[in-house]
């Protein structure tokens, strides 16, 4: 096998990981989001103040998520076009 199959195979392999383990935290992510939203409406304790905190750093932190998969996304797109494979 030519050194850059193998290195072809290797970062592909390495992009297709990301994306499952990325896809699953997503997936978690969010189902930790419908319970914790589903206890929040139940608690009449909370007042509404709190509750837009929340959805603030709840927001803040899926544009993060995002843009951090963005950033690793275009990494991978140069490192394969400096490959020229």
């Given at each position: 096998?030519?050194?850059?199959?193998?290195?072809k195979?290797a970062?592909?392999?390495?992009q297709?990981?990301?994306?499952?383990a990325y896809?699953?935290?997503?997936?978690?992510?969010?189902?930790?989001?419908?319970?914790?939203?589903?206890?929040?409406e139940?608690?009449?304790?909370m007042?509404?103040?709190g509750?837009?905190?929340?959805?603030?750093?709840?927001?803040?932190?899926?544009?993060?998520?995002?843009?951090f998969?963005?950033?690793?996304?275009?990494?991978?797109?140069?490192?394969?076009e400096l490959?020229v494979?």
């Open positions: 096998m030519k050194q850059t199959q193998f290195l195979q970062i592909e392999f390495n297709t990981a990301f994306d499952n896809n699953a935290t997503v997936m978690v992510q969010d189902q930790f989001e419908k319970a914790a939203n589903t206890m929040l139940q608690a009449g304790w007042p509404t103040e509750r837009k905190a929340i959805d603030n750093c709840v927001d803040a932190y899926k544009a993060g998520r995002d843009h998969k963005k950033y690793v996304d275009e990494s991978y797109e140069k490192m394969a490959m494979f």
